[in-house]
T-cell receptor, first 113, second 114 residues
């Protein structure tokens, strides 16, 4: 049973536009959410996170929104740049098991000129 | 220099062989993890260790064993490799008390079992 779902395996966006990557979860015990970015032949790198006590967290061009009632979070990238082309993984951890991250299947973002 | 290193980066082996994947970190973190990634799937936790004397099974530990030789080193072994263990393997580290569950990943080891 996939507790963290990224239903869009790929997304293509024009440079300068907004990229919106979505993630849904089923476990109501999750209270911390992270986004990781992965380039080919490299390990995932931490991008941004959000605690369940917030509904928005911003870091430069990256903003994560959390809708707890819908068990949904999204990552917005504005403006998108070609260097943002990568696979993005959503991950979550539960309040009673903070060291175990549950990952989604990833969304491949391609930003074209 | 990379904070989390993995060796080898690529390995091709045959069914039944014993394989060891090694992970080293210079971040000084006390927690280390092994994950595998299969095409179309997210990262799945194999084993994790909170310190040298603490080893825990993850979601998919069958067929794998680990050794935490030191705070900085965490090895993953496949005692008798089988083809469905062909995957990309990642090591990660984290530090309790940093206030987040952020994990820092190595570059990965691509393992092929023929």
């Amino acid at each position: 049973d996939q507790q963290v779902k990224q239903n869009s395996p790929s997304l293509s966006v024009q440079e300068g536009r907004i990229s919106i990557l979505n993630c849904d979860y089923t476990n109501s015990m999750f209270d911390y959410f992270l986004w990781y970015k992965k380039y080919p032949a490299e390990g995932p790198t931490f991008l941004i996170s959000i605690s369940s006590i917030k509904d928005k967290n911003e870091d430069g061009r990256f903003t994560v929104f959390l809708n707890k009632s819908a068990k949904h979070l999204s990552l917005h990238i504005v403006p998108s740049q070609p260097g943002d082309s990568a696979v993005y993984f959503c991950a979550a951890s539960a309040w009673d098991n903070t060291d175990k991250l549950i990952f989604g299947t990833g969304t491949r973002l391609q930003v074209f000129p | 220099d990379a904070d989390v290193t993995q060796t080898p980066r690529n390995r091709i082996t045959k069914t039944g062989k014993r394989i060891m994947l090694e992970c080293s970190q210079t971040k000084g973190h006390d927690r280390m993890y092994w994950y595998r990634q299969d095409p179309g799937l997210g990262l799945q936790l194999i084993y994790y260790s909170f310190d040298v004397k603490d080893i825990n099974k993850g979601e998919i530990s069958d067929g794998y064993s680990v050794s935490r030789q030191a705070q900085a080193k965490f090895s993953l072994s496949l005692e008798s490799a089988i083809p469905n263990q062909t995957a990309l393997y990642f090591c990660a580290t984290s530090q309790q008390g940093l206030g987040t569950d952020t994990q820092y990943f190595g570059p990965g080891t691509r393992l092929t079992v023929l």
